[in-house]
């Protein structure tokens, strides 16, 4: 009996077993990105059709598990989306229907149960083609035809109070409306239409991310200066997140189109948010040029500890200057001189105990055979460091100490035991 591609792909994705359960979620979707990686090998050497085929079945069934799983993950929800990039390379190798193909876009993304995944019409104009591309225009255009008028925000209010019923069918209308946005941004991205990017895009230009977005899709088709500037324009929002995360890109950008234009924009993106990671990027690109912004930097990273020793111990990679800078500006932060110890101990294997009894310390603030567990291979590091010298007895009688003080504790002396404490 032959077996086809078929049968080995949809009992991989099909299911009925509880997947509430956030370990069965988990285990389904590493049996799903089995089914993926199967259909990937498939596409380099089967009937792209028979493997499109396929494909599209098993979007279909995963989309329909998902719904009722625990993917807080995210395993299942990766598996998906590269399932949907599959599907979109297929049928650019081996064009459907055009209309097929329209009809199972519009499903897809208008009448299907899960809402979780977008598809992207620029990945598919090439399998539509010029007919396709208008039939799939119009049926948008249908559907928003078919959409009643944006409520209020206090009209939507009344309605959760007075008509759940309507208010849900609100919150249909809604997504639809975001639908139909997504496919505006990047049906403007196909056209090469940088006004109607813009537009799309930027919305009310009252939300920095938004901004990038419009750089990134202005990048998109080529046009970098305008891209730049929009950039520009995200990382000079405000202070806040978005535009942090704006600057990266920028910076990106102008170190690819303007490398000139990038060491002064670390400088500005620096002194907008002076973090160790933008000291870092800075220190990198300066090169040669990095005395001149060291003082700067030093000055400005040492009003913010965490920044100076993390700027030292990974930008620069200096671990006697973030050790010297850890103590000198009182360093607050466990999880930093945790791995500043353990990188010190091999330079100064003594200097490091008093760093690790203060975190033994704060481990046993918390009860739990976790916190004890992570104390008690602390202690039994300190031994091995302090053996054969003065501190060797300071450490035994820490762990006498600890032992007396949490006496009630029995799981505590468990793991101290597991551990060879004495």
């Known amino acids: 009996m032959t077996v086809t591609l078929a049968d080995q792909i949809l009992p991989l994705v099909r299911t009925r077993t509880d997947l509430h359960r956030w370990r069965a979620a988990n285990d389904y979707g590493s049996q799903l990105h ?72 519009i499903r897809f993304q208008f009448d299907n149960e899960c809402d979780f995944f977008t598809i992207d019409p620029v990945a598919y104009a090439p399998a539509l083609g010029e007919r396709g591309m208008t039939t799939y225009r119009m049926k948008l255009d249908e559907i928003a035809a078919g959409l009643s008028p944006k409520l209020s925000d206090e009209h939507r209010h009344n309605l959760w109070s007075t008509d759940r019923d309507a208010w849900h069918q609100v919150l249909e209308q809604d997504h639809t409306r975001f639908v139909l946005e997504w496919n505006a941004r990047r049906l403007a991205v196909w056209d090469r239409d940088v006004d109607a990017i813009i537009a799309t895009h930027s919305r009310d230009r009252k939300v920095a991310a938004w901004l990038q977005d419009t750089a990134k899709a202005l990048a998109e088709i080529g046009e970098f200066d305008l891209a730049i500037d929009w950039a520009r324009q995200a990382t000079y929002f405000d202070l806040g997140h978005q535009a942090a995360k704006a600057s990266v890109y920028w910076c990106a950008l102008l170190a690819e189109h303007r490398p ?21 990027a800075l220190n990198k690109r300066g090169g040669s040029s990095w005395p001149t912004y060291a003082e700067e930097v030093t000055a400005t990273l040492e009003r913010r500890p965490r920044e100076a020793v993390s700027f030292a111990l990974y930008g620069l990679d200096d671990l006697t200057l973030a050790w010297n800078l850890a103590h000198s500006l009182t360093l607050d932060d466990s999880m930093l001189w945790q791995e500043l110890a353990k990188r010190y101990e091999k330079v100064e294997p003594l200097a490091v105990l008093p760093i690790y009894t203060q975190l033994v310390l704060a481990d046993l603030e918390n009860a739990g055979a976790g916190s004890y567990r992570s104390a008690a291979r602390r202690l039994a590091r300190m031994r091995t460091l302090a053996s054969g010298s003065p501190q060797a007895a300071e450490v035994d009688e820490l762990i006498a100490d600890l032992r007396e003080t949490h006496r009630r504790r029995p799981r505590l002396q468990l793991e101290f035991d597991k551990a060879g404490l004495p």
């Open 34 to 105: 089995e089914a993926v990686t199967l259909l990937q090998d498939a596409a380099e050497n089967q009937p792209p059709a028979e493997v499109l085929t396929v494909t599209q079945k098993a979007i279909a069934s995963a989309c329909k598990v998902i719904m009722r799983a625990d993917d807080s993950s995210g395993i299942i929800g990766d598996a998906i989306r590269q399932l949907l990039e599959l599907h979109a390379q297929l049928v650019r190798t081996a064009p459907p229907p055009d209309r097929k193909l329209v009809d199972w876009m």
């Open 260 to 280: 000139d234009e990038e060491l002064p924009a670390r400088l500005e993106v620096f002194r907008r948010w002076p973090t160790s990671s933008n000291a870092s």
